[in-house]
């Protein structure tokens, strides 16, 4: 479905916060990566950036989708140095088929045959 003017538009770069309130529950969607910049075989799906450190994160992956989650279900999470989560805390980017795939026709299939080797490559770049 077209994200143009939805909370689920991340085609121009905003806050992931900014409106996580328009999506009941927050972000646990995915995203049909059908552009980007390509290298090496893989294409651009995501780029994160923290603007109190600058630290960037590009996702780069040959796969046809990728899974959007805002640690939706966290509440009260004790972490490294005794930090406490709470929901909405992090982010996860998952890169993989299509859901429920198996049962939808129109899908690119998720199914490999037994002796069918299965290749899945996703590239991590950081940088400040």
């Not at 049909?32 to 109190?52: Q, T």
């Not at 939808?104 to 899945?120: A, D, I, L, T, W």
Request: hydrophobic residues 30%.
């Amino acid at each position: 479905m077209p994200v143009e003017g939805t909370p689920f538009d991340f085609t121009t770069e905003h806050k992931i916060g900014e409106r996580i309130t328009d999506v009941p529950g927050g972000y646990d969607h995915n995203y049909v990566l059908d552009c980007g910049d390509e290298k090496n075989g893989v294409k651009h799906a995501a780029k994160l950036r923290d603007p109190s450190s600058l630290l960037t994160l590009d996702l780069w992956t040959n796969t046809l989708g990728m899974q959007f989650y805002t640690a939706n279900y966290v509440s009260g999470i004790t972490g490294k140095g005794g930090a406490v989560y709470e929901k909405h805390a992090g982010v996860c980017l998952e890169t993989q088929g299509f859901p429920n795939a198996i049962n939808q026709p129109n899908f690119p299939s998720v199914v490999v045959e037994p002796g069918e080797k299965y290749k899945h490559t996703m590239l991590f770049e950081f940088s400040t």
